[in-house]
C-alpha cells in the first residue's frame, strides 16, 4: 500500500484561503468514505481536523472543510490564520476498510 | 477527558525487539480499535496497526512479519513490539484510538504524545 500523494507545501495570506489535495488510487481514497485529516505542529501529536471525508470534530474551526472526487480527497482552510501554520496529512482507510494509508504531508505556511 | 500515556525503551541495538505500551485513561477501552502510528525524523507519518479489545488486529502488510500488537483489557493497555529492528525504524512512535460514528473505526481522534525511538549501534 503505497503512501496517498500530497503537495509538499501550500501557503497563502492571513485571510486567504488554501486547499491541500490528497491522491490517491481506486484501492484507497476511491473506494473509501473514510478519508480523514490531521495536523500536525512541529514536535506536537497530530490532531484530527476532519473525519468521515467532510465531518468536523467538535472545536475545530469551521473554516476546516473537506471534500472528495473519485480518488482525490481535499482539504480547504478558509480565512487563514497564523496558528493554521503546520503539517497536514491525509489518511485513508483501505483494504475493505481494514488497512489505513497516510498521504505524504503538506506544509501550509501562512 | 480521554488520555493516552505511553512509554517503552527509547534506546536500541540494530537486530533487537522494540517494546511499547499505551495506557488508556478516563474513558471506556472497548467498542474501538487502538492504533500505533510511527514517523521517522523529518518525513511522515507511517501507519503500524491497530488492535480492539477482543484481540482482532489488522497490520500494514509492510511490517506485518516483525509486529506483534497486543491488549490488556484488565489494565486498559495496549502494546507493540517490533523485532529486529534496524536504523530505519528510528522514529517517534504514537497511539490512538480509532473511532467511527458508522461503526466502522476509521479516524484516529484521541493520540499519545509520542516516545522518540533510536536505533543505533
Known amino acids: 500500500q503505497s503512501a496517498l500523494t500530497q503537495p509538499p507545501s501550500a501557503s497563502g495570506s492571513p485571510g486567504q484561503s488554501v486547499t491541500i489535495s490528497c491522491t490517491g488510487t481506486?484501492?484507497?481514497?476511491?473506494?473509501?468514505?473514510?478519508v480523514s485529516w490531521y495536523q500536525q505542529h512541529p514536535g506536537k501529536a497530530p490532531k484530527l481536523m476532519i473525519y468521515?471525508?467532510?465531518k468536523r470534530p467538535s472545536g475545530v474551526p469551521d473554516r476546516f472543510s473537506g471534500s472528495k472526487s473519485g480518488n482525490t480527497a481535499s482539504l480547504t482552510v478558509s480565512g487563514l490564520q497564523a496558528e493554521d501554520e503546520a503539517d497536514y496529512y491525509c489518511?485513508?482507510?483501505?483494504?475493505?476498510?481494514?488497512?489505513?494509508?497516510f498521504g505524504t504531508g503538506t506544509k501550509v505556511t501562512v | 477527558q480521554v488520555q493516552l500515556q505511553q512509554w517503552g525503551a527509547g534506546l536500541l541495538k540494530p537486530s533487537e525487539t522494540l517494546s511499547l505500551t499505551c495506557a488508556v485513561y478516563?474513558?471506556?477501552?472497548?467498542?474501538?480499535?487502538w492504533s500505533w502510528i510511527r514517523q521517522p525524523p523529518g518525513e511522515g507519518l507511517e501507519w503500524i496497526g491497530e488492535?480492539?479489545?477482543?484481540?482482532?488486529?489488522n497490520y500494514n502488510p509492510s511490517l506485518k512479519s516483525r509486529v506483534i500488537i497486543s491488549v490488556d483489557t484488565s489494565k486498559n493497555q495496549f502494546s507493540l513490539k517490533l523485532t529486529s529492528v534496524t536504523a530505519a525504524d528510528t522514529a517517534v512512535y504514537y497511539c490512538?484510538?480509532?473511532?467511527?460514528?458508522?461503526?466502522?473505526?476509521?479516524?484516529?481522534?484521541?493520540w499519545g504524545k509520542g516516545t522518540t525511538v533510536t536505533v543505533s549501534s
Open positions: 468521515e471525508v467532510s
Open positions: 488492535i480492539n479489545h477482543s484481540r482482532s488486529t
Open positions: 489518511c485513508s482507510c483501505a483494504g475493505s476498510n481494514t488497512l489505513k494509508v
Open positions: 481506486s484501492s484507497d481514497v476511491a473506494d473509501s468514505d473514510y
Open positions: 490512538a484510538r480509532v473511532s467511527g460514528s458508522t461503526g466502522q473505526p476509521n479516524y484516529m481522534d484521541v
Open positions: 478516563r474513558g471506556p477501552f472497548s467498542g474501538y480499535y
